[in-house]
């Protein structure tokens, strides 16, 4: 697909690189994270983000350190030889000093260069060192194919930056796969899960730490939630990432509170917490979402935004991305024989079923932020409640399983070609295929989905299976003992490659060095696989 030479994409990150030098990881592991002087002119020193980007257009994002004026200048060649300028927000302390300015009419299939200055409010003369990045746009041509890569869970069960192992390196091995998009399937923080300077390993080793103050505790106020953001940006690998792959981003329970659901309110026994409205704390962790990521429907101050929307790639691929947090009934023993509000919501469901049926694309791939099939218990109530679809019993639908059956017959009798599901939140990797001959409701076509993750945090044995949608798990690579830390292995991306010419799509489940687990071929143009 690339329109330029892959070494000049390459190059290009020099720049990006060099204006976040002020945020190189320190030295002395387990130190603060550093401080930013105001002297001077405006600075990116956090880099920036491309996100939602289509055939025509896409987000920048960028976060300054005062009141500055976002300027984006985008060039076919990293020369930026007669530049396009667009003028974005101004940049305050309503939204953290972050912001997003929208490309539009960009040419399809092409790699982008861009370039964001930040100016004196004052005297826009006056502009930072211009931060650079670069992105390809989705092609209109069904030959280029396209090629992303999906994970999810980042810093988690305490394990944040470490020094010693040179970061969220993994970061590093998914942008050496030169992806077109990358995919993050929800808990892109843990805002309940303060990082500690240390932690005691299995072996008797010490695990360190990079700290700041709004991680010292689980957050509460809208400048903690936003501290959690900045945190993971602290990190090198991402932040050289993100100015090379744009991103889809969707949200799970971490970026509020462990399995939280609308209208929770926190036990008194919880300790951690002195506000104990789950809705208040969820209405800050959305801005600070919409302020730190680039997502085209929940801009900063909509009122009507969105985590849920579509995202056409071309001709090959449409990109559905749920929300199965922010409309759920609440977590129960999920045994219910009538629940029309189910894990999405009707309004959503009535979205989903809408799209699919008008998409052309040869593949839908369906981004879930939590399994259809594997149990995922609640007992942060002290109750055996259900976090995900599955309850475990293996008979016909109940609970929330009763939306995804919905679902998935109308899957089947629009006869719609091309759905695969892709996931994370389990802190595995795995490969399940849902046959109806294996099933107990069985009105559906085969289909097959793909588990990743974490991206950096603890890893945990395998879930259990649901018979209810006949799930076999032809692969799982799973550690034995719970929140085995990143330096004890388990951590996970996957790949998706749609070839150009034959239609296939191709799953690869890769460990953290990029190593290949497991590979799974997919024909196109079937309602089930």
Known sequence: MSASPLPGRRSVLRGSLAASAALTLPATVGAAAPAFAL????????????GDVTADSGLVWVRSDRPARMV????????????????????GTGTDFTGTTRLRELPPGEQIHYRVLLADPDDPRRTGEPVTGTFRTAPVRRRDGVRFLWSGDLA???????????????????????????LCSGDNIYADGPIAATAVLPDGGTWRNITTEEKSK???????????????????????FNAQVPSIIQWDDHEVRNNWYPGQRILDSDTRYTEKSVDTLAGRARRAFSEYFPISTL?????????????????????FVLDMRTYRNANSPDGQTVDPQGILGAEQLDWLKRELSCSRAVWKVIAADMPLGLVVPDATEGKANIEAVAQGDPGAPLGRELQIAELLRFIKHRRITGTVWLTADVHHTSAQHYQPARAAFTDFEPFWEFVSGPLNAGAFPASALDGTFGPERVFVKAPTAANVSPAGGYQFFGEVDIDGDSGELTVRLREQDGTVLFTKVLQPGRVGQ
């Open 299 to 319: 801009r900063p101050g909509a009122r009507d935004g969105r985590v849920y929307r579509v995202l056409h790639q071309g001709p090959l691929l449409d990109v």
């Open 72 to 91: 984006v200048e985008t060039s076919a060649t990293e020369s930026f030889r007669n530049p396009r300028r667009w003028h974005g927000p101004l940049l």
């Open 39 to 50: 002297s001077g002119r405006p600075k990116a020193g956090w880099g920036v983000q491309t």
């Open 156 to 182: 988690g069960q305490g394990w944040g930056i470490n020094p010693d192992l040179g970061g969220y390196r993994i970061y590093d091995a998914m942008g050496k796969l030169d992806p077109d998009f990358f």
């Open 218 to 240: 689980v957050a509460e106020t809208l400048t903690e939630f936003r501290g959690n953001f900045r945190y993971n940006l602290l990190d090198e690998n991402l932040r050289r």
